[in-house]
């Protein structure tokens, strides 16, 4: 059964540092997107994409944060300039039309 | 924007019992409701979902019922296992194809022996 992948499945990074979190959405979904959970709270949405542009954004997707799709199979978040609440697992997911596919995650420590 | 409310935050079954949790939601516009269930460490995996012109969707031991008057939805778990353990999270989805999914809090279920 196809899965949505994320690499890498855990990082750790210095404040102030860029990282970028990797995703290989479906195949032959269309949209995509970012949402974050700190631990033991809700899944929150951060950006969906479509069409090679954001669709929509919340609150939380500064401009420290942006997306891209930089070829036809990977789907990548970056934030520029981590800070220690940017610790969070980040979730991609895809869809086809309705029902979303989330990643495993990647695990994110800003120390 | 939408907001969901889930209750309740913990649930305790024996093995067996049913299991009930409860989603609200704000939108009138939303018209697709999911549910995940998420084991510690992993992704949210969807169990069922039901969309705004059904009432009741049922699939094995698992059904969910959607009141669009009342804007709530329940998940409904028979003869519960311990292998059900999970956190669960309902969603919310609001027109258009690409429309985000706005999350409950998650009711933590633990079913015991």
């Known amino acids: 059964e196809p899965e949505v992948t994320q690499t890498p499945s855990h990082q750790v990074t210095q404040m102030g540092q860029e990282v970028i979190l990797r995703c290989v959405p479906i195949?032959?979904?269309?949209?995509f997107y970012w949402y974050r959970q700190i631990l033991g709270q809700k899944v929150e949405f951060l950006v969906s994409?479509?069409?090679?542009?954001?669709?929509?954004k919340s609150e939380i997707f500064d401009d420290q944060f942006s997306v891209e799709r930089p070829d036809g199979s990977n789907f990548t978040l970056k934030i520029r300039s981590t800070k220690l609440e940017d610790s969070a697992m980040y979730f991609c997911a895809s869809s086809a039309f309705t029902e979303a596919f989330f990643g495993q995650g990647t695990r994110l420590t800003v120390v | 924007g939408e907001n969901v409310e889930q209750h309740p935050s913990t649930l305790s079954v024996q093995e067996g019992d049913s299991a009930v949790i409860k989603c609200t939601y704000s939108d009138s516009a939303s018209n697709y409701f999911p549910w995940y269930k998420q084991e510690l460490g992993k992704r949210p995996q969807l169990i069922i979902d039901?969309?705004?012109?059904?009432g009741e969707k049922k699939d094995q031991r698992i059904a969910v019922t959607l009141n669009k008057t009342a804007k709530h939805f329940s998940l409904h778990i028979t003869e519960t296992q311990p292998e059900d353990s999970a956190v669960y999270f309902c969603a919310a989805r609001g027109t258009g194809t690409a429309s985000k999914l706005t999350f409950g809090t998650g009711t933590r279920l633990q079913v015991t022996l």
């Open positions: 994409f479509y069409n090679n542009e954001i669709s929509e």
């Open positions: 039901i969309r705004s012109n059904v």
């Open positions: 195949s032959n979904h269309l949209y």
